[in-house]
């Protein structure tokens, strides 16, 4: 019985293979033996880990294997681990994960798990991993770097990066011509010639697709591009179209049930579009695990068996088109094969899986070839075995011919020399650049080549060169002998050469001119230059230009600066010379400068309302002249001039506009000044408008029907910052009509409505903005975290205010905070019960101008004299002739107990009834006679007791 529950054993870690190819019992057999030899797992001591599970393997059948599976897995891992832990120093170092193909062909159901662990822990101590290669000879142990086994395999991207999608059914996709059809697949012809026909057909179950009264037609089996061909040929037969005029598309694809298995992230059934060839399927199942394969995928159906290779559809995506799926197939990742590493001098660098018998030219054609600074055709490859590791040069045939072995690393030398083979040449020449000192053997031939010019400095030149230690030497040399002689200097590689100007080696003076000339610059000085030449250069003064005084800003060479005052009427005359120095700087003063200039303007009942700027003062009388004159509708006996002072302040002045015309000495007038010339035709005797509300200078003025909103409200000095501009309301009394003396409103928007106008006794009133109000301010000092003013929200309570000045301090005594209020004095609230409780009639809400002081700490209590024993030391002792005396706080005690204690008792005057106990936050507690204990009141930190008196007897 042992020998049957053998071979089941070794089915069950085969199920991957099985489930693809389902041998019959003796190829289970030996492809089971096969693996025992591979694994070194004993079949009976693994029937006793299974046992001790659960498991008897004695009645299992096929249909438990998808349920034991992953305990035989994992058993078998355990046995491994153990058979590593008992074996020698050496062998356990030299044991470890899996990098590459030892498993692929056999279909090994090694737990990746525990590969991945152990790779892990080797590789975190910077160890070698082995790696068992199988072939059909015996086992070679070849070990390969940690650090390489976790690498990523080139190929493994397109499956994480987004390169592929996985389409679905009803995706808007358009597969290419080599798409297979079958049972399922929607296709639609459309025949756009002489006959019109939109057709669509669903491929039965049999293959076929049926057109309404034609024969039917087998599509099953055929690309997309064939099927075309197909259905276009039998179709012209019952139709009229030409070649062009018909077309065939796949509208939905059916859907396909695959098995995906082998080393992939999820293996299992799945059901796809056939639209998704071999690639896009592996999507489905988290593409292949770091120990599959990319280049050995297997697509099977039935016997057939076609392999997909990733570098193949990476380099030729054509190739993908060939993997189209079929319904039932079975898609195998292998383990991985042999991985080389290759470095250096290549566009690619990386790890590569490499099939069997792949050469270098292989290798580097993955890679994307050589570098420009590679060394071709010679490589370092570094193997390793049981031995060592060890390094070898191929070139020529021998590297044309190489193959590689698992672990392999392939190292592409880099081209290091930066000889450079030529000279510079740099400075006053027509070609400077780079020569070939193959083509330029000496400076001569050089300098024929890049040509001289006019100002080439050709008694000089220098030519700089680097020995090969790395230091330079500079050469001195004449251009003009180097080409006049037939000997020249030879260059070496490396060399340059600067060739002067001899502008550069010549001062150049300069002098400048600013300020009301035509044309303001720096110009070049000579001996000949002087102040009339430079006012020349500069196009000459302009009409404005200061004759009498002008500025010369003169440099010194220590850095200083000198001014000069000039008279240029004198200079340009020649009454008078000054000589100009390098860098000097001449500034023309202006006459309108030392002019001020006021603005003035004239509207109202004149032809040319205008606004001029003008230099000196200017009359009413010749501002009407500039506006053209008056009106025939002008009033000459009343105008109005608007004056705006520089504060800001506004007035309007009344003028008799016929006495101004006519007097010699007529009202001057000032900068920003307006007059108004009044209309016969629309004023009215007494009209007047008014405008108050939110603007800087609420004022009333006579009425003018041409004044508009914009011009209302400029002389009331504008909006204030709680002006609304959208509601400015306008009052009109009704002087005609049904409505006589009744009042209408009219709400204006004076970004809108600028150009608006009045009539008699409109009031103009700009509302504040809905809602605003200026910050309002409450003050809190003392014992907080941040004393100080703090604006106030509506609803804000005193609680708020100690939170926003960042709480108490230690010393702080709320006990005895103070609060005051504008126009009430002192308001007595309990800040410690505010703190405690939180809401409570003591945490009042906050008002402008609110006023919180926290006291420090006063551990003394206040005791009035009045009243008591004390009183009467004040005979014999100074220190009692005083109206209070202050004691230290002894907890607990009553006012009773302090009188008693502190100051001697009660005087012989003393009320015993009347005694009171004033807090430190101002609040009063007095005797209680209703009590029969406790009648007095208790005394706490900067308290005041004070003892009442008894009323005099009445005789």
Do not use: C
């Not at 078998?76 to 008992?86: G, N, P, R, Y």
């Not at 570094?382 to 193959?403: F, H, I, P, Q, W």
């Not at 041409?706 to 709680?722: K, S, W």
């Amino acid at each position: 019985m042992k020998h049957p529950m053998r071979k089941l054993l070794w089915i069950l870690a085969l199920v991957p293979m099985l489930a693809v190819a389902q041998p019959t019992q003796e190829e289970a057999r030996r492809m089971a033996y096969a693996e025992a030899q591979r694994q070194g797992v004993d079949p009976a001591e693994l029937e006793r880990h299974l046992q001790a599970r659960g498991v008897n393997t004695a009645t299992l059948t096929m249909s438990d294997v998808p349920r034991i599976q992953p305990i035989v897995e994992e058993e078998i891992a355990k046995m491994k681990a153990e058979q590593a832990a008992s074996a020698s120093t050496e062998q356990a170092v030299e044991s470890g994960s899996l990098s590459g193909t030892e498993m692929a062909a056999d279909g090994q159901a090694q737990n990746e798990a525990s590969i991945q662990t152990t790779t892990t822990e080797l590789a975190s101590e910077n160890v070698d991993v082995v790696k068992t290669k199988v072939d059909s000879k015996t086992p070679v142990e070849v070990k390969i770097d940690a650090d390489q086994a976790n690498t990523m395999v080139f190929g493994k991207h397109i499956f994480t990066n987004g390169s592929l999608n996985l389409y679905e059914v009803s995706k808007d996709y358009i597969p290419n011509d080599s798409y297979i059809l079958g049972p399922g697949d929607v296709v639609t012809v459309s025949i756009f010639g002489k006959s019109q026909a939109d057709l669509q057909f669903t491929i039965k179950p049999d293959g076929f697709i049926e057109p309404a009264n034609l024969p039917k037609i087998y599509l099953k089996g055929i690309s997309l591009g064939q099927a075309r061909e197909v259905v276009r040929r039998r179709l012209q037969n019952f139709y009229q179209f030409e070649k062009g005029q018909f077309a065939l598309t796949l509208t939905t694809a059916r859907t396909l049930t695959i098995q995906i298995t082998g080393a992939v992230a999820q293996p299992g059934t799945y059901t796809l579009s056939a639209y998704n060839t071999a690639f896009n399927a592996l999507i489905a199942a988290g593409g292949p695990t770091k120990l599959g394969t990319v280049r050995n995928v297997q697509v099977i159906n039935g016997g057939r068996v076609k392999e997909l290779d990733v570098y193949e559809y990476l380099f030729n995506p054509q190739k993908q088109s060939d993997y189209y799926l079929q319904n039932n197939d079975i898609l195998y990742v292998p383990f991985i094969g042999d991985l080389v590493e290759i470095k250096g001098s290549v566009k690619q660098v990386g790890v590569f899986e490499m099939k069997e018998k792949e050469t270098f030219k292989d290798l580097l054609e993955y890679a994307g070839g050589y570098l420009s600074d590679a060394l071709e055709d010679e490589i370092q490859l570094v193997r390793k075995n049981k031995e060592g590791s060890y390094v070898k040069e191929y070139r020529g045939d021998a590297l044309a011919k190489l193959t590689f072995e698992d672990g392999d690393k392939v190292i592409v030398a880099t081209e290091t020399s930066d000889k450079k083979d030529y000279v510079e040449v740099n400075g006053w020449v027509n070609y400077p650049g780079i020569y070939g000192i193959r083509d330029y053997p000496t400076v001569k031939e050089v300098l024929q080549k890049v040509g001289v010019r006019e100002e080439t400095r050709m008694d000089v030149a220098y030519l700089t060169r680097t020995r090969l230690d790395g230091t330079r030497e500079l050469i001195k040399f004449n251009p003009a002998e180097e080409l006049a002689a037939d000997t020249a200097l030879a260059l070496l590689p490396e060399d340059q050469i600067t060739i002067f100007n001899i502008r550069d080696f010549v001062d150049k003076a300069t002098v400048a001119i600013e300020g009301a000339v035509r044309q303001p610059g720096t110009f070049a000085l000579d001996d000949n230059a002087n102040v009339a030449f430079l006012i020349d250069l500069a196009k000459g003064l302009k009409q404005d230009a200061k004759l009498d005084l002008a500025y010369l800003f003169r440099e010194n060479p220590d850095g200083t600066t000198e001014i000069e005052t000039l008279n240029l009427e004198d200079i340009l005359s020649g009454a008078s010379s000054f000589e100009l120095r390098d860098k000097d700087v001449l500034r023309v003063l202006s006459e309108k400068a030392f002019i001020d200039a006021s603005t003035v303007s004239i509207v109202g009942a004149v032809r040319n309302p205008v606004e001029l700027t003008v230099d000196s003062a200017v009359t009413v009388k010749a501002l009407i002249d500039l506006a053209d004159g008056l009106k025939k509708d002008a009033r000459t006996d009343k105008a109005y001039i608007f004056r705006t002072y520089p504060d800001g302040s506004q007035e309007i002045l009344s003028l008799d506009l016929a006495a101004e015309i006519a007097v010699d000495n007529p009202t001057p007038l000032m900068d920003k000044d307006q007059v108004r010339i009044l209309s016969e035709r629309t004023y009215y005797d007494g009209a007047v408008l008014s405008i108050s509300g939110e603007v800087r200078n609420g004022l009333e003025m006579p009425y003018d029907s041409t004044i508009t909103l914009d011009e209302v409200l400029n002389l009331a000095g504008g909006l204030t910052f709680a002006g609304d501009s959208s509601q400015v309301v306008v009052y009109r009394i009704t002087f005609e009509g049904r409505d006589i003396g009744k009042v209408k409103e009219f709400t204006l928007d004076s970004r809108i409505n600028g150009d608006f106008l009045f009539q008699p006794f409109d009031a103009i009133v700009v509302r504040k903005k809905a809602g605003f109000e200026f910050q309002e301010y409450v003050n809190i000092g003392g014992e907080v975290a941040f004393p100080g003013r703090y604006a106030i929200r509506e609803g804000e309570k005193v609680g708020d205010l100690i939170r926003k000045a960042g709480g108490l301090t230690k010393e702080a005594f709320p006990q005895a905070a103070t609060f005051n209020r504008q126009g009430k004095g002192k308001v007595f609230i309990s800040v410690d019960r505010i703190l405690k409780l939180g809401n409570t009639y003591n945490n009042i809400e906050l008002l402008p101008g609110d006023d919180l002081y926290i006291p420090s700490k006063d551990m003394t209590v206040e005791i009035r004299l009045a009243n008591t024993e004390a009183a009467e030391y004040a005979s014999f002792a100074d220190e009692y002739a005083r109206p209070s005396v202050h004691v230290a706080y002894v907890a607990g005690k009553s006012a009773r107990w302090y009188v008693k204690n502190m100051v001697g008792g009660f005087g012989d005057d003393a009320k015993r009834t009347d005694v009171n106990v004033v807090y430190a936050n101002g609040t009063v507690k007095d005797f209680k006679w209703y009590r029969p204990t406790y009648r007095y009141p208790k005394v706490k930190p900067g308290s005041m007791v004070v003892v009442g008196k008894k009323p005099a007897k009445k005789e």
